[in-house]
C-alpha cells in the first residue's frame, strides 16, 4: 500500500504516543471520580489539577484561570454566552469578525436570536482586521469583543494585541478563539491582553473532547452547563480525567518543542509551497505570509476544481482539505476567503495545506510531486472536457 501522506493539521492532528501512554492509565486502574473524597478520587483529583498547571503553564496564566471544556466550540460558547448572560456592565453589544470559525460565527448568531446586537466586522484583502475598525464600533453599550487569533482557513494572525488595548481602555472584555495557534506559536494570555481565550487538545496532539476556557481572575461568567459545583462552579459534570491527562501531557510537549518545532516546520510549509508554485503556473497564496501560522498555506490554483483535487489528491495518497465548508451536500464557498474579496472562482480553486511536527522532509517532497502532477492531469481533463 501506497504511505498516505496528512497535509490537514488544521482539522485535527495524530495524538503523540506520550500522551496516548499518559492517558491509558486514567482509562484502565485509576478511574476514579475526581470529586470523590477516597483515594482513587484524590488520584483523579491530582490528576486533574496537575492538567490545569500544565494548560496554565502553556499560555502564560494561573491555573484558577482554567475552565476545563469539551474542546473549541464549548470554550467558545461559554465565553460568549457567559459574557452576555453575566450583566457585568449594561448593554447587549458584541463585536466580531466575519471570518470566524463556526463555532463563534453560529453563537453570535444565536446570540443575535436571544436579543444580543452583533457587529460582523470586515477584513482587508489579506485577511486582518484593522484595529480601527474595531474602535469605530465600539459603542456605549459595547460588552465583549470576539476576534480569533489565527484563521482555520489561512492561518492568519490578528492583531490580537492592538485590539487588547482597545479593549482595555474602555472596559469592555475582549475573547479570542486560540484554538489554531496554541501549540504551533508562542502564546501568552498576558501579553495578547485578552480577558478569556479558547484552546481544544486535539489541534495540537492531544486527545479529542478536551479543551479549556482562560478566564482572567475577577471575569465573571454565566456558566453554560448548570449542575455539580465542579470546576468552581463553572461547568458542571463529572471530568473526563483521561482526556485532561491527554491534553496536559499535549500541553508539556508542545511548551517543549516550541520555538525549534515552528521554525522546522516553517521551512517545510516554504518548502512545500516553492516547489508547487515551480512545478505549475497560475498559483498563489491566499492571506497575508507576514502574519501567518507556520503549519500552514492556503493556496489558490487557476481552473482547477478544489473539492475535486480534495478527491484526486486522496485517491493518490495526499490528505488536504478546500477553504470551503461542506454544509448539508451543498458546496457553500469559503466564508472566510469571500471574506477577503477573493472572486468565487479563486475561492473554489483554494487548497488548504496543514502540516505538523510530525511532517517530514521527504513526505513534503513527495506531497509536493503528488500536487503538481494532480494539478496538471485535472486541468488537461478540464480543457478537454
Ligand atoms: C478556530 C477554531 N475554533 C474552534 C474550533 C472548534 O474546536 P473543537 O473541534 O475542539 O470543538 C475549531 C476546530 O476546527 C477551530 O479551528
Known sequence: MKPRIYLDNSATTRIDDEVLDAMLPYLRERFGNASSIHAFGQEARAAV??????????????????????????????????????????????????????????????????????????????????????????????????????????????????????????????????????????????????????????????????????????????????????????????????????????SQLAQRRLPAMTSRVAVLRDRLQERIRNGIPGVRINGSVEHRLPIVTNMAFDALEGEAAVIALDLAGVAVSTGSACSSGSLEPSHVLMGMGLRAEVVQGSLRFSLSHHSAAEEIDGAAQIVVDTVTRLRGLARRG
Open 49 to 250: 489539577e496537575d492538567a490545569r498547571q500544565a494548560v496554565a503553564d502553556l499560555v502564560g496564566a494561573e491555573p484558577r484561570e482554567l475552565v476545563f471544556t469539551s474542546g473549541g466550540t464549548e470554550s467558545d460558547n461559554m465565553a460568549l454566552w457567559g459574557v452576555l448572560r453575566s450583566g457585568y456592565r449594561p448593554g447587549n453589544h458584541i463585536i466580531t469578525s466575519r471570518i470566524e470559525h463556526p463555532a463563534v460565527l453560529a453563537t453570535c448568531k444565536a446570540l443575535e436570536e436571544a436579543g444580543a446586537e452583533v457587529t460582523f466586522l470586515p477584513v482587508d484583502s489579506s485577511g486582518r482586521v484593522d484595529p480601527e475598525r474595531v474602535t469605530a464600533a465600539v459603542n456605549e453599550r459595547t460588552i465583549l469583543i470576539t476576534i480569533m487569533h489565527a484563521n482555520n482557513e489561512t492561518g492568519v494572525i490578528q492583531p490580537i494585541e492592538e485590539i487588547g488595548r482597545i479593549a482595555r481602555e474602555r472596559g469592555i472584555l475582549l475573547h479570542t478563539d486560540a484554538v489554531q495557534s496554541v501549540g504551533k506559536i508562542p502564546v501568552h494570555v498576558g501579553r495578547l491582553g485578552v480577558d478569556l481565550l479558547s484552546l481544544s487538545g486535539h489541534k495540537f496532539h492531544g486527545p479529542k473532547g478536551a479543551g479549556a476556557l482562560f478566564v482572567r481572575s475577577g471575569v465573571k461568567l454565566k456558566p453554560l452547563l448548570t449542575g455539580g459545583s465542579h470546576e468552581r462552579r463553572r461547568r458542571a459534570g463529572t471530568e473526563n480525567v483521561a482526556a485532561l491527562v491527554g491534553l496536559s501531557a499535549a
